[in-house]
């Protein structure tokens, strides 16, 4: 059996529907992070409520800097790689970069690192401490090529944006 993003709740996997999910994420996410300061339990929360929530996905979590390296944080899915080196692989790279990637197909990647052999395509999302400087990144995997989009990667963004404020 194929899955693809139209088996879903939201029907399609069309700009509006994507913006709907975002939208209703955004809002639940508010609510969960609501006067909470604890690294560990929003990024708990973040990462099951977006794993549970968005299609497609076969891992959503979080991996945060130490020195040069980024460590595993709380996620959804299998077992991950524990320590990336800064530079390595698309959460590492995304670190250095200090942007988000959208990688359609993790084969092309160089230097992909496969935690899973299943995960197709990445999104991954630089996460800021209250200094503006990078702590840490939210990665999502899909076991289907090109799953991830520029709607997505926005998408996430705006939910990290709200996880931020609760670092300040």
């Not at 990462?47 to 460590?71: H, I």
């Not at 995304?94 to 197909?105: H, R």
């Not at 630089?126 to 990667?153: C, H, K, M, W, Y």
């Amino acid at each position: 059996m194929t899955f693809t993003l139209s088996d879903t709740a939201y029907g399609t996997d069309t700009p509006a529907a994507k913006l709907a999910m975002f939208d209703d994420l955004r809002s639940q996410l508010t609510g969960l992070v609501h006067g909470e300061r604890d690294l560990i339990a929003n990024t708990a929360n973040f990462s099951s409520l977006v794993f549970n929530s968005m299609p497609g996905l076969n891992w959503a979590g979080f991996y945060f800097l130490k020195g040069d390296e980024l460590v595993l944080g709380p996620f959804q899915g299998k077992p991950a790689c524990i320590r990336i080196k800064k530079g390595r692989g698309v959460c590492g790279t995304t670190v250095v970069e200090g942007k988000s990637i959208v990688v359609p197909d993790v084969h092309e990647f160089p230097g992909h690192i496969a935690c899973d052999v299943n995960s197709r395509s990445e999104l991954v999302v630089p996460v800021r401490g209250a200094g503006g400087e990078i702590v840490g990144v939210f990665d999502l995997d899909s076991p289907l090529p090109n799953r991830f989009d520029q709607t997505d990667a926005d998408g996430i963004e705006m939910l990290v944006k709200i996880l931020e404020a609760t670092l300040a």
